[in-house]
């Protein structure tokens, strides 16, 4: 177990780059390390775990990580991290940002373990999995679900204000989800677990046709030596 020593909420894919790191041994096979998810499993990999590793499993997080919030969420960038690395990866939340049953999400990721769900996992991919904060026997089952799309309200507190700037805090109310079909969010407001597979192809092929047609009229495809500097 290898973890930050401190609530590192939406530190996203960042690295601790200008500072050192301390990583403390609490117990046989444990540590705590003063910087951020992502710093957690660049160190566990490059120092601290000599042996093969199966699967990497980030979380669980108190907090849902649906949505956007996959590309904010360090619980999630740990899981990537892992993957970039070749490993298979899951990250594992709870829809809930207080009073999280932490047990009921355990005991609900100690099953999909028994059942395999490591077969279901690729190496270079993560599983992104949400969890209704409901007790275990509430839980209606699983799906396989697409990333949906939130947008929080009221995000910006202004604290103080002055003629010379403002004060404020990033904050925002809960969310609001907009009604999408077969999401991670539909399914956990349905009281189902979540399972959203994420990759790391960014490239969006559907826009190739116009941007090459734009190219092409604009004969920008080769640009001559007299052409104008920019």
């Known amino acids: 177990m290898i973890a930050p020593d401190r609530e590192r909420s939406a530190a996203s894919h960042s690295l601790t780059l200008r500072r050192d790191l301390r990583a ?12 951020t998810p992502v710093d957690c499993v660049v160190v566990a990999f490059q120092h601290i775990i000599k042996e093969p590793v199966d699967l990497v499993i980030s979380g669980i997080n108190a907090g849902q990580n649906m949505g956007e919030d ?13 993957a970039l ?9 709870i829809n809930s940002y207080h ?37 275990a026997s509430q839980i209606r089952g699983l799906r396989v679900t697409r990333t949906g799309h939130r947008r929080y309200y009221n ?5 103080s204000e002055d003629a ?7 904050a925002g109310d809960h969310p609001s989800w ?14 189902f677990i979540s399972i959203t597979p ?11 046709g116009s941007i090459q047609q734009w190219i092409d009229t604009q004969n920008l495809s080769t640009i001559q030596e007299t052409a104008h500097a920019f």
């Open 24 to 35: 403390n041994r609490l117990a046989e096979n444990e540590y705590s390390i003063d910087g």
């Open 70 to 82: 996959v590309f904010y969420s360090g619980t999630v960038a740990a899981a990537l991290e892992s």
């Open 85 to 93: 690395h070749g490993h298979k990866a899951i990250a594992i939340s």
């Open 99 to 135: 009073d999280q049953l932490f047990e009921s999400a355990a005991s609900w990721m100690v099953r999909l373990m028994e059942n395999g769900i490591i077969d279901q996992c690729l190496p270079n991919g993560v599983l992104n999995i949400n969890v209704p904060n409901l007790p």
């Open 155 to 159: 995000f910006i507190q202004i604290l």
């Open 164 to 170: 010379n700037g403002f004060s404020y805090r990033i």
């Open 178 to 191: 907009e009604k999408m079909d077969n999401s991670d969010a539909q399914a956990v407001q349905d009281g």
């Open 198 to 208: 994420l990759g790391f192809e960014l490239t969006d092929p559907n826009s190739f």
